[in-house]
Structures are given as C-alpha cells and as structure tokens.
C-alpha cells in the first residue's frame, strides 16, 4: 500500500507570492491533516480535513486555507508569503476519526520564502 | 494554557546503552499520548500510542510508559542503535482532534 505523499518536495518563494501544496493520503484514508515544522516552534497543527471539510483549525492567520476533494486528496494554500513561513510543510492521514487512529505522516514540503 | 515539554533538548548515547525520554504535559481533557520517531528529512512515524488507562506500551526496543496522575510519560530504549538516532516527538491529543506537540529531543548514537 503506498503512503503518504506530498506535492512538491522542494519550493522556494519570494515573499508577497502565493503557494499551493498538495497530499495524497493512504489509499481509504478519509481525514488529512496538514502541520508546520520548524525548527524554533517544532511541529503546529494548521488544520484537519474529513469527508471534504475542514473539522479543527488550528491558531494560524487566514492566509492559511485548505481543501479536501472527494478522493481525499488535499490541498493547502499559502497567499502573501512572509519569511517567517518558510517551514517544512507535513501532511498526514488517518483512516477516520478515532482517537486512537495511527496517523501516517507524508515526507514534507520544504518551502523557503525569500 | 495546553502545553508538552520535553527534556533532555538533545542527548548523546553511545552504541548498545539504555537510555530515557521525557515528556510533561498540561493538557486537558486528555484523549492519549503517542510518540513519534523523526527521522532527518523524513515524516514523524508512530511508535506508540498511550491511552489514559495505560501505563507501560513497548514496541521492539522502544517502551513508553504513562503516568496520568503525575501527568508525566517518558520513553525508554533499550540497547541503542545508529539507526535510532533521530528526533523522538511526544504528542498529546486534547478533546476532539487537537493535537499539542512537543519541540522533541534531538537523540544521537555514536559507535
């Protein structure tokens, strides 16, 4: 079964641009949940898709959005990029909504604002 | 305020000792407390998952253990490896999909 994976690897900005990043969860998975790392605040949770809509959110500004589409596949959007957001991007999926439903993280998206 | 702190920051072991990760936290409600292996430039992979009614869970070489009165869980591994080298996450579940993360300890093993 393949894992998680994310949309591009790489990606390098200019502040003030626009930023799409893309996952696609476990085969059968239907929750996708999107997170920031970075070396200062460690891993924050942005926001958690189930069933193409957004269930929790996490304390990040509005120029964060997400989406998820039918086949589960999500999407994350970044607008007027500022420095500061230059991070590793995770995705992970999880089969459903159980608490104690294991959540199989993708390799990352390592964006960095110029 | 949720928080979960982790201790040491970083650790240096040598190959084929034992050692102990901390993890405190102040979440509530608590739902469960997994923790997470990283790997450099890879995705955090679960190692265990705690729920409030459990006190010890082992996986391989990797045994987590809960105190929910003391609000406290750490991680032991045991005979160390190279290939353990990486960053232990400790995260706890808060209500109802929150999720509190720790900064993680940085775990080297030298040969």
């Known amino acids: 079964k393949a894992g998680v994976t994310q949309t591009p690897r790489y990606l390098i900005k200019t502040r003030g641009q626009q930023v799409t990043l893309s996952c696609s969860p476990i085969?059968?998975?239907?929750?996708v949940s999107w997170y920031q790392q970075t070396p200062g605040q460690g891993l924050q949770f942005l926001f958690e898709?189930?069933?193409?809509?957004?269930?929790n959110k996490g304390n990040f500004p509005g120029r964060f959005s997400g989406r998820q589409f039918s086949n589960s596949r999500s999407e994350m959007n970044v607008s007027t990029l500022e420095l500061g957001d230059s991070a590793l991007y995770l995705c992970?999926?999880?089969?459903?909504?159980?608490?104690?439903?294991?959540?199989?993280f993708g390799p990352g998206t390592r964006l960095t604002v110029l | 305020k949720n928080q979960v702190e982790q201790s040491p920051q970083s650790l240096i072991i040598l190959e084929g000792k034992n050692c102990t990760l901390q993890c405190n936290y102040t979440v509530s409600p608590f739902s469960n407390l997994r923790w997470y292996k990283q790997d450099t430039g890879r995705g955090p992979v679960s190692l265990t998952i705690m729920t409030f009614s459990e006190n010890t869970k082992s996986n391989g070489r990797y045994t987590a253990t809960l105190d929910a009165d003391t609000k406290q869980s750490s991680l032991h591994i045991t005979a160390s490896q190279l290939s353990d080298s990486a960053s232990y996450i400790c995260?706890?579940?808060?209500?109802?999909?929150?999720?509190?993360f720790g900064t993680g300890t940085r775990l080297k093993v030298l040969a």
């Open positions: 995260v706890v579940r808060t209500g109802t999909y929150k999720y509190i």
């Open positions: 085969s059968g998975h239907r929750s």
């Open positions: 898709y189930f069933s193409e809509t957004q269930r």
């Open positions: 992970a999926s999880r089969l459903a909504g159980a608490p104690t439903d294991t959540q199989y």
